[in-house]
């Protein structure tokens, strides 16, 4: 079964077909599709459909999750958060985004650290790795503040609107994440990504 975590100011639960409608507008900006790989602009509706009813094959051939970052508060949907798992290697890419108006509060940095946990302690995971593009740093530091190492650039790695951009990469190892647990540091409570987060397949 889909996993659903909460956080201090989040729930972190599976996608349902009701959240089609608060998706297609939340990824319609254009400056989410900007800092994604692969979300489409326009983004057309029927998209969001489609990638809901994928997520429990993803979650039955390799225990990828893909989860919805509502505010605990009142449900509001304000982006998505996942684990593109390869169960061969124990190793997960962590993928996620958030509207426009979500933007600056931390909520990508709160959810991360309650999913890279569970991926670490509850999926069993060795490895967890995220990416994004040098020419957005917000998402970086979303991985910095959760323990993440920076682990290289990948130059000209991907073909975004016609330009070739360089990823930068990160990571994390099981035994770093619990030593961080027990030598705790101020990482507190941003869109990056890949295939489990993204509407359409996700990127950086």
Known sequence: MRPTLHTERLILRPFAAADADAITRLASAREIAATTLSIPHPYERGFAETWITSHEDQFAASGSIVLAITL?????????????????????????????????????????????????????????????FSRNPASGRVMQKIGMRHEGTLRGHVLKWGVQEDLELYGMLHDDFARMKRTPTAAPPEAAPRRAADPARSGA
């Open 72 to 132: 605990r508060e009142d449900g509001t949907l304000a982006g998505a958060i996942g684990l593109d798992v390869e169960p061969l290697h124990r190793r997960a890419e962590l993928g996620y985004w958030v509207g426009l108006d979500y933007w600056g509060r931390g909520y990508c940095t709160e959810a991360a650290l309650a999913l890279v946990r569970h991926g670490f302690e509850t999926m069993g995971l060795h490895r967890i790795l995220a990416h994004h």
